[in-house]
């Protein structure tokens, strides 16, 4: 993604490494980017290789553009062509792949047909020669690593499914997972997929209240946690907050632990140690260990997104809606195949960490986990971690990249990083200066970053980029396969090329939500509601002359200024364009004179130290760029900046505490006290 320039007349330069010539109107009325560079082109060898161009082949098209238009205009036809692709195995089969009847909020996809995700992740590469690679490697922030195969994987999750089976779960039951990325936390998600039970991953890091509040929405039975995990160094107490938010879910009727830390520690009488979970699943009959005969459209996993707009919302999936989504962008966009290395730094609690897992899974491919912080105990950790473990896809979030460009240009050049063949990043908006550091420093130019985004309620992307298109600085070459994707005026019209509008989908598409979990009208509201039979996702967009698009921010965050609308991503890019400033937010509050006057938040880059001076600095470069009256009226500078795990800044709290209003949820925070420090700010 990419937070843009702002809305002014004039063509004007950003002083950053790599400056990008951007011309533009306001808002309300034309934004056109000129002149932005192709930074990547795919080499005729790279083009030749692809999954995509694979695909391409089998189904008799000769561009992408032609194979966009039909995956559109026919869904059922590429959802078809797609689950070929796949090699997914229905039995039985389907009678009707999409079926509208209920209207287009909630089709019913693959209907009649038998589908269970484990067996479609695992169990089907049993006899052939792909059972003996790597499914998983896994390396904890202590050292250690551990690989397991596609054979090995299959028999942890057999014994798993048939412990849990011992311990009365069973189909339909929904089971928390608060757990670090780690082996166990891949078999827990495929071990409750086998049974038919339903997974309900939360963040590692959650607080008690945070945990405790979704399994009680979805009456869970069990939990898995574990002993702790490290961090920098130190040991996280995750068993303390996992055994108290069972204990305040009634519901809960066991919690399975497992010895991360290799503590010693009495467990209560009614918890079950994971080591005495997989014997018992081990020694069951053979009838516990059978893989339950679950259909496409059971319910597989209930997602909770963060909360950036209120309270956190359960998103329901069913076993052929995110798997097959997710193994699809991921083949398609970051170019995954049989035995490719593919690592993302995320957790299970953000949807990329069950996207890793069934995506790559379905695929074929080795998911390559490191269980850590990605700069300690050095802050090459990341790209010593890339080289000894032959990583091809590397998927990261800008946050990260912004703190890693920091370390240093040299350290990526000490690894050995020939195997890796593309970046991929999503979460957030990219800012140029560290979009470049990547692509140059580390990518030497020659590597694409395949830029993602959609989210949890799409099981996926609507924007992708992909091997055979070339790529701009911070934007998407091109919406995902199957997804029809508009840029839609108020009055619900598309948008003519370079203009701002709604970023929007017209049709269904298979890994869309099937609703919020027992909030049917919230879910309607949410993205339904403001033109019939089409989803409003909630963004800002525009595509340029090109056909490229950038993601412009989040709709519900603008603002208008002076009269004027303004997206708080194109202030807050020019914030962080200066060097001494590492992260920015900005939001609106009320002013007698412009009606919304902007308030900014900063983090010092550790080369700079707050003077006076300095915001009057960053206050003058606004005003260059977009206008004195553009200009935020106050900047404080701050320890944090209020954002989910995710990396996804919570202007929402952000606002609401330093006017002294109730921030409302706060359970996906990474950093609860920056919201105190905020709100004392906003009491002075």
């Given at each position: 993604m990419i937070t843009t320039k702002p809305p002014s007349e004039h063509i004007t330069r950003i002083p950053i490494e790599r400056s990008l010539v951007i011309r533009f109107r306001p808002m309300s009325e034309t934004n056109v980017l000129?002149?932005?560079?192709?930074?990547?082109?795919?080499?005729?060898?790279?083009?030749?290789?692809?999954q995509l161009t694979r695909f391409m082949k089998q189904v008799g098209v000769t561009s992408f553009d032609e194979l966009h238009k039909k995956s559109v205009e026919d869904v059922a036809w590429f959802t078809s062509e797609t689950l070929k692709f796949l090699e997914i195995d229905l039995n039985p089969g389907y009678k009707t792949l999409l079926d509208t009847q209920s209207g287009v909020e909630f089709p019913k996809w693959l209907e009649g047909a038998g589908f269970n995700a484990a067996r479609q992740c695992v169990t089907r590469w049993m006899g052939r020669p792909m059972a003996d690679q790597p499914a998983v490697i896994w390396e904890a922030e202590e050292g250690s690593v551990r690989t397991l195969t596609y054979e090995a994987l299959e028999t942890?999750?057999?014994?798993?499914?048939?412990?849990?089976?011992?311990?009365g779960i069973r189909k339909g039951d929904a089971v928390g997972i608060h757990l670090p990325m780690m082996c166990e936390t891949v078999v827990a998600l495929i071990a409750l997929a086998r049974i038919g039970a339903i997974a309900v991953p939360v963040f590692s890091g959650y607080g008690v209240d945070a945990i405790a509040s979704r399994l009680n929405a979805v009456e869970a039975k069990a939990l898995i946690t574990c002993d702790g995990f490290p961090r920098r160094g130190k040991a996280v107490d995750a068993f303390s907050v996992g055994a108290e938010a069972a204990r305040r879910s009634p519901s809960v009727q066991k919690v399975f632990v497992v010895r991360r830390l290799g503590s010693s520690t009495d467990l209560p009488t009614d918890f079950v140690e994971w080591e005495r979970l997989m014997t018992d699943g081990a020694e069951a009959d053979e009838r516990l260990k059978a893989i339950e005969e679950t259909s496409a459209e059971d319910p597989l996993i209930i997602l909770y997104t963060s909360g950036t707009t209120g309270k956190p919302k359960g998103i329901a999936h069913t076993h052929s809606s995110f798997p097959i989504k997710a193994a699809q962008d991921m083949a398609f966009g970051t170019d995954v195949g049989k035995c490719t290395r593919i690592s993302w730094v995320t957790d299970i609690g953000w949807m990329m960490g069950p996207w890793?897992?069934?995506?790559?899974?379905?695929?074929?491919?080795?998911?390559?986990?490191?269980?850590?912080?990605?700069?300690?105990?050095?802050a090459d950790r990341i790209w010593d971690f890339c080289a000894r473990h032959r990583v091809e896809i590397l998927g990261i979030s800008p946050t990260l990249i912004r703190a890693l460009a920091t370390k240093?240009?040299?350290?990526?050049?000490?690894?050995?990083?020939?195997?890796?063949?593309a970046f991929a990043s999503t979460g957030e908006p990219w800012n140029p200066a560290p979009w470049w550091w990547l692509f140059e420093k580390v990518g030497d130019s020659k590597l694409p970053i395949i830029n993602y985004s959609g989210g949890t309620e799409i099981a996926g992307g609507i924007l992708m980029g992909n091997p055979l298109?070339?790529?701009?600085?911070?934007?998407?070459?091109?919406?995902?396969?199957?997804?029809?994707?508009?840029?839609?005026?108020?009055?619900?019209?598309?948008?003519?090329?370079?203009?701002?509008?709604?970023?929007?989908i017209t049709k269904p598409w298979i890994g869309m939500a099937r609703g919020f979990w027992k909030e049917r009208e919230r879910y309607i509201e949410t993205y339904w509601s403001r033109f019939p039979g089409i989803w409003v996702h909630g963004d800002w967009a525009m595509k340029d002359g090109d056909g490229h698009w950038f993601i412009l921010g989040r709709s519900d965050d603008t603002l208008k200024v002076a009269g004027k609308r303004v997206g708080p991503a194109e202030?807050?890019?020019?914030?962080?364009?200066?060097?001494?400033?590492?992260?920015?937010?900005?939001?609106?509050?009320?002013?007698?004179?412009?009606?919304?006057?902007?308030?900014?938040?900063?983090?010092?880059?550790?080369?700079?130290?707050e003077t006076l001076d300095l915001e009057s600095e960053l206050k003058a470069l606004v005003a260059k760029d977009m206008g004195k009256p553009l200009s935020p009226s106050k900047i404080h500078f701050v320890n944090a900046i209020p954002k989910t795990r995710n990396a996804k800044v919570m202007r929402r709290v952000i606002r609401a505490a330093y006017l002294g209003e109730d921030a409302g949820d706060l359970s996906a925070l990474e950093n609860p006290s920056a919201v105190e420090e905020i709100r004392r700010l906003g009491q002075n």
């Open positions: 000129e002149n932005q560079p192709i930074a990547w082109r795919p080499s005729e060898e790279v083009i030749e290789k692809a942890e999750v057999e014994a798993c499914a048939a412990g849990l089976r011992v311990n890793l897992i069934y995506g790559s899974l379905i695929l074929g491919g080795t998911i390559v986990i490191y269980d850590g912080a990605p700069d300690f105990p050095e240093g240009d040299d350290l990526p050049k000490k690894h050995d990083l020939s195997f890796l063949r298109l070339p790529i701009k600085p911070c934007s998407f070459p091109a919406p995902c396969l199957g997804m029809a994707a508009e840029i839609l005026d108020e009055k619900g019209d598309p948008s003519p090329d370079g203009s701002v509008g709604e970023l929007a202030v807050e890019s020019l914030l962080v364009a200066h060097e001494g400033v590492a992260e920015a937010a900005v939001i609106g509050v009320p002013d007698e004179i412009k009606g919304t006057a902007m308030v900014a938040f900063c983090v010092l880059t550790d080369v700079c130290d």
